[in-house]
């Protein structure tokens, strides 16, 4: 499978939003990441449909939207309307996630599911099948820039094993602390795609930083 590098645009500049989606088109980037944030499933908001739907005008990419927020099956609907590719709700956040699933596929969206940092991978085993991603969260949700949690291999490892025999095309994600020193250790641990933030946007050429991580993905030995 294809490395997959997912800016997320939570840390673009929003002063020059277009320029940033522009940057993203023309780089090795393959997914834009957007990051969609309520203020009560996490401390922190960010941004809805207006955002998503200038976003949507430019972008030549798919939209890979993280719902961090609290029943979001109240916005899946719009979400898909306009312009989600993919649509990853958190566990936490689902009381019937099985019925969020379903809603996600049935809108013509790929669906997947997002793991807090203290939730174990074993459960999701009911509805592995059903999904076409898992994003491990690898900082707690709501803000960038923080550090990685080393427990997120462990985690890879713990998913690899569930899918085996079972869905094996899942793309596993890993969103929180991703950057050039780590990305290369994460796809030799099974990592398909990761969430890159502040460590593309923040850089002095934020197009060279991701031809090196793709570069590094490249390289990697998967195991």
């Known amino acids: 499978m294809k490395h997959i590098i997912a800016p997320s645009i939570l840390s673009a500049d929003f002063g020059n939003l277009q320029r940033d989606i522009e940057m993203i088109n023309q780089s090795e980037a393959d997914w834009f990441h957007v990051d969609v944030m309520d203020g009560v499933f996490v401390p922190n908001i960010s941004f809805g449909f207006p955002v998503m739907t200038a976003v949507k005008k430019h972008a030549t990419k798919p939209l890979d ?115 050039l020193q780590n990305i290369g250790s994460l796809a030799s641990a099974g990592v398909d795609a990761f969430v890159a933030g502040n460590a593309v946007f923040a850089t002095d050429s934020p197009t060279e930083t991701i031809s090196q991580m793709k570069n590094l993905t490249s390289n990697s030995l998967i195991v």
């Open 65 to 179: 939207v993280h719902l961090m927020i609290v029943e979001p099956d109240k916005f899946i609907p719009e979400f898909a309307k306009v312009g989600a590719d993919r649509i990853t709700v958190h566990y936490e956040a689902c009381t019937h996630l099985h019925r969020t699933i379903q809603l996600i596929r049935a809108l013509g969206c790929k669906a997947g599911v997002a793991l807090n940092p203290h939730t174990p991978v074993i459960l999701l085993q009911d509805v592995i099948e059903d999904l076409d991603l898992v994003l491990i969260m690898s900082v707690n949700p709501g803000f960038g820039g923080q550090q990685f949690i080393h427990n997120t291999y462990k985690k890879v490892q713990d998913l690899k094993r569930l899918i085996q025999g079972r869905n094996e095309e899942l793309i596993i994600q890993v969103d929180g602390g991703v950057g």
